[in-house]
């Protein structure tokens, strides 16, 4: 609720939400209210301490999956999807200390999961300002897992303009 909030707009409403998430739950903090206080502080454009948010809340959720062996349990307490939304928010600050933080994240993922195709698309997009041929090869490499992904086929497309290796058919 407080992240449709916030992505409405309705920043009064989320921050007084947070600030009372914050004060019943002192003293464990949680990933996920560490990361709406992220996305809070993008949404003031204060960008610093979004990343440090972003940061306490990777930090948070790593913490509560080190103990666990590599089963089903694992994978559901990984999340990957939340750790695929605080990729996308390290890439949306855009500072090259976020994008190497979004890059290392997204290459565990695909790591641990090889098979995510959104997490390769993602991992193209955090290589892209440095390093276009990685980017170009993390796409392909969703494209090899899944041929028909229009995602990966328009952000090839793009890559490939942009990198001067498209081939026009008329």
Known sequence: MI??????????????????????????KSAQVAYLEALMHQKQNNNSESLKCLDESLRLHITSTKQLVPDLQFY?????NFLLTLSACYISLGSPAALGKSTKLLE??????PG?????????????????T????SVQQA????????????????????????VFYF
């Open 134 to 137: 990685l980017a170009i090869k």
């Open 3 to 28: 992240n449709c909030k916030l992505m409405d707009g309705h920043l009064e409403d989320a921050i007084q939400q947070i600030q009372f998430l914050n004060e019943i739950s002192q003293d464990s």
């Open 108 to 113: 565990t993922i695909t790591s641990k999961i």
């Open 76 to 80: 559901i307490s990984l999340n990957p």
């Open 116 to 132: 995510y195709v959104n997490a390769h698309l993602l991992l193209s997009q955090s290589h892209y300002p440095q390093n276009p």
């Open 143 to 166: 494209l090899s897992i899944d041929s028909s992904n229009q995602d990966a086929r328009i952000f090839q497309a793009m890559l490939n303009i942009k990198e001067g290796t498209a």
